[in-house]
T-cell receptor, first 110, second 114 residues
Framework: DAKTTQPTSMDCAEGRAANLPCNHSTISGNEYVYWYRQIHSQGPQYIIH???NNETNEMASLIITEDRKSSTLILPHATLRDTAVYYCIVNIMSPDKLIFGTGTRLQVFP | DSGVTQTPKHLITATGQRVTLRCSPR?????VYWYQQSLDQGLQFLIQ???????AKGNILERFSAQQFPDLHSELNLSSLELGDSALYFCASSPRTVMGVGYTFGSGTRLTVV
């Protein structure tokens, strides 16, 4: 079973920041937080991952709370192409399998 | 192009038939994972192979089997197909250890059983 809890759906205006929360209160010390997204039946796309420190890349920022029980994915300037299902996954590093939950369906509107 | 190649992209077959889905992992990746996604459902983990050996099994039916060959490509065999097996089947690959991206998914095979 997935170890994370995410809201079922969220809306965001184009150009605004999208903040997607994730609860992972049972995360273990050696588990990473991964974020993937799936755009309409395409293969899931890696976004970002982190262990305890905040991370940023060209796609997004990941904010992990100090107790590591929750995190937030931030898309700084959402576009219509960011409309997708976003999955938060906790996992030890490869080669362990990824277990997907139900994710958050993000709708970006004009 | 993610580097993970899945063929065929689309497959239509009749109930009771058998099909084989193929996955070529990203160059250098040792692990291959198979996932099933039915209509409006989440991604269900089926099975993982690591360097030719089965490493983990998920909710995979007995009618389904998989293998990973010496060149590291993998095949998922689905037999005695039922209407409910219609789904997207994704393959992912990952290297031995993760530094950065890690898991990369293919674009999937859409199987329709009629």
């Amino acid at each position: 079973d997935a170890k994370t809890t995410q809201p079922t759906s969220m809306d965001c205006a184009e150009g605004r920041a999208a903040n997607l929360p994730c609860n992972h209160s049972t995360i273990s010390g050696n588990e990473y937080v991964y974020w993937y997204r799936q755009i309409h039946s395409q293969g899931p796309q890696y976004i970002i991952h982190g262990l305890k420190n905040n991370e940023t890349n060209e796609m997004a920022s990941l904010i992990i709370t100090e107790d590591r029980k929750s995190s937030t994915l931030i898309l700084p300037h959402a576009t219509l192409r960011d409309t997708a299902v976003y999955y938060c996954i906790v996992n030890i590093m490869s080669p362990d399998k990824l277990i997907f939950g139900t994710g958050t369906r993000l709708q970006v509107f004009p | 192009d993610s580097g993970v190649t899945q063929t065929p992209k689309h497959l239509i077959t009749a109930t009771g038939q058998r099909v084989t889905l193929r996955c070529s992992p990203r160059s250098g990746d040792l692990s291959v994972y198979w996932y099933q996604q039915s209509l409006d459902q989440g991604l269900q983990f089926l099975i993982q192979y690591y360097n030719g050996e089965e490493r983990a099994k998920g909710n995979i039916l007995e009618r389904f089997s998989a293998q990973q060959f010496p060149d590291l490509h993998s095949e998922l065999n689905l037999s005695s197909l039922e209407l409910g097996d219609s789904a997207l089947y994704f393959c992912a690959s990952s290297p031995r250890t993760v530094m950065g991206v890690g898991y990369t998914f293919g674009s999937g095979t859409r199987l329709t059983v009629v």
